[in-house]
């Protein structure tokens, strides 16, 4: 069975149990101000996990595209992608773990074929100081399955990923680590669980690729969650079933189920090959390099794996509607196409490379996802423009070569060079020579402490990058929502219907919006916007929601959504209608959205308040962006 199967009898798999298959949501997550990508299945459902009503219904399941850049330095070993799909079901306070774990073991399984005994299990080993239990539960179903197929399950505690080095495996089966391991929370362990949160243990299941032999640099014994290789996590089904509170942690009324299992991990389960590379959704991209560089990948294997992830992840990018550009999730596409380009010119290949390899990558997914169809040619010249452009830079950058001070090539310079225009380092040193320029003999010391820097700034700010999922839900990120849609209607008021949103981000200090339209918005139409806002604030219009078939919402009703959003069949159209107007009367602001909001618009303008834009500008080609406050 191929990826593409996997995918598809697991959402079939589900659906079968009453599941509603829903669409995965875009790469740019909406209205999320923590992060700048879908980095996890979850994400894009936190406001359900949290109590708000999904118009799907309670069991959900979907295959979610992801992206997570903190991950670009690790590209190049056999197990980590910066783009995978996420595969996720849930219970929203509907089913719990007897029929979550029988479902999954039925699936990988019977559906998939893994052999049983490559698979092992973790499980929550509890918390005497917060007094939480052990998992045993969890663990006895996982004991029962097993035993349908003649295996004994045998358990062992192990406690921390350290112990586990210390103690190994001895002949278990089911493993019960502490909460660093299986406790899922935003942040972490039981103690870090943010007040207010839902939190609970989580139960994972490992595969075992025994041709694959220990490395004792990692520690002397290995277990499920040891780095050498030899286990993959495949598979992960969280519990969450407390709320964090002041006293301690209190049991959910209604706990919810989260499954996140990546597909490309399953699949190389499937295949029982440790090389994710040789699955059937990334080996056709490594058999084209191989056409077009006439090179092997055993010879050659590091640069066309950063090649096939990275232009995977960039193509999604593009399918979305992201643009290379130097700022936020454009900047990120720029280094990944940037890393890859650069990774074809080391095989040799130094023409016609995007519109060679991205229709490879498309004709994978078509199929399955017909957005990738559908925007197939944009994606094809939105990269070959961005491969144009860097190559014009890479001929800039050997110009610089010649240009730096006399005092030669610093280890700063070449810095600059590598993080500003994308110049190869090993290609500076290189030119150096070439042109006689002096090279400081300490140069790759300060190049690399400038880089550690600029790689510990980078994780501070992807720290989280899926725990921030939960963020967003206080009153002042509220209004912020809130204003957002009342600006969104003011805009197209103004300006005219082609103004179609194309993201956002909102913080507890100001709203950004991005929105379509071809050119500079004049003082004027700004000043236009922000009196119909606040007019409609002062109305005190009414917020609320009402559920619709999506081709009724869309079509019918006219409600507004955003660029690249894809809906299952039943959406959540949130209302702002002036509480005076007739019935029959259109409200301001109709518009697809999960929330949240506020109840009334007068929230808005608390402690004399107004709306207030303070800057526009361009974002990138045919999009504008407009940042905004309540001051």
Request: aromatic residues 10%; proline residues 4%; glycine residues 8%.
């Amino acid at each position: 069975m191929n990826a593409q199967d996997i995918r598809n009898k697991y959402l079939s798999h589900f659906k079968n149990q009453g599941h509603v298959i829903i669409p995965r949501a875009n790469m740019v997550p909406y209205n999320e101000p923590s992060v700048l990508f879908t980095g996890s299945g979850m994400q894009p459902l936190i406001p359900y996990l949290l109590g708000e009503k999904h118009p799907e219904g309670t069991r959900l399941v979907d295959s979610q595209t992801c992206l997570r850049a903190q991950d670009i330095e690790e590209i190049g070993d056999n197990r980590h992608t910066t783009f995978f799909e996420m595969l996720g079901n849930w219970s929203l306070g509907d089913y719990y773990k007897k029929e979550e774990i029988n479902w999954l073991f039925d699936f990988l399984v019977n559906v998939v074929g893994l052999d049983p005994k490559r698979l092992f299990i973790t499980c929550y080993i509890g918390n005497e100081e917060f007094g939480i239990p052990k998992d045993t539960e969890a663990a006895g179903l996982w004991i029962d399955l097993f035993k349908t197929q003649g295996i004994e399950a045998k358990t062992v505690d192990i406690g921390s990923e350290a112990d586990g080095y210390a103690k190994g495996m001895g002949d278990g089966k089911i493993f019960y680590y502490e909460g660093k391991k299986n406790w899922w929370s935003r942040n972490g362990a039981e103690k870090d669980t943010p007040i207010g949160d839902p939190c609970g243990p989580d139960t994972e299941v490992f595969y075992l690729f025994d041709q694959v032999e220990h490395d004792t640099k990692w520690g002397e014994h290995c277990h499920p969650n040891c780095d050498c290789g030899r286990f993959i996590e495949i598979a992960n089904s969280v519990f969450m079933a407390y709320k964090r509170t002041e006293a301690g942690f209190e049991p959910l009324a209604k706990p919810n189920v989260d499954f996140g299992g990546g597909l490309e991990r399953i699949a190389s389960a499937a295949i029982d090959s440790p090389d994710v590379f040789k699955i059937s959704l990334l080996w056709p991209i490594i058999e084209k390099l191989e056409q077009l560089s006439h090179k092997t990948y055993d010879s050659h294997t590091e640069s066309m794996r950063v090649i096939a992830d990275h232009l995977r992840a960039a193509t999604f990018l593009a399918v979305d509607g992201v643009a290379p550009s130097n700022k936020e999730q454009g900047y990120v596409m720029r280094r990944l196409m940037r890393r890859a380009i650069l990774r074809a010119f080391d095989l040799g290949i130094e023409q016609n490379f995007m519109q060679e390899v991205v229709p490879v990558i498309a004709d994978l997914y078509h199929n399955d996802y017909p957005e990738v169809a559908e925007n197939r040619q944009k994606v094809v010249d939105v990269l070959m423009k961005e491969e144009k452009v860097f190559r014009q830079t890479l001929r800039k950058g050997k110009a610089m070569v010649g240009k730096l001070s006399a005092d030669g090539l610093t280890g700063k310079e070449v810095f600059v060079l590598y993080d500003t225009y994308g110049f190869p380092v090993e290609l500076s040193i290189e030119e150096a020579t070439v042109q006689g320029v002096k090279i400081s003999d300490s140069w790759r010391e300060e190049f690399e402490t400038l880089m550690a820097e600029q790689k510990a700034r980078s994780q501070t700010a992807s720290k989280g990058a899926f725990k921030g999922g939960l963020g967003g839900h206080t009153l002042q990120h509220k209004k912020y929502h809130t204003a957002t849609h009342l600006m969104y209607q003011a805009l197209r008021d103004v300006l005219g219907d082609h103004v179609v949103q194309n993201g956002s981000n909102i913080t507890e200090e100001r709203l950004r919006f991005d929105f379509s339209h071809p050119e500079k918005v004049t003082a004027e139409q700004l000043k236009q916007v922000e009196d119909i806002v606040n007019r409609e604030i002062e109305k005190d219009l009414q917020v609320s929601y009402a559920e619709y078939p999506t081709k009724v919402a869309r079509e019918e009703k006219g409600a507004l959504g955003q660029f690249g959003d894809r809906y299952g069949e039943t959406v959540k159209v949130y209302s702002m209608k002036d509480p005076k107007s007739s019935a029959d009367e259109r409200p301001f602001s109709f518009e697809i959205c999960g929330g949240p909001h506020v109840d009334h618009t007068l929230q808005l303008l608390e402690d004399g308040k107004r709306f207030k834009i303070l800057k526009e500008e361009a974002s990138s080609a045919g999009i504008r962006r407009i940042k905004a406050v309540l001051q």
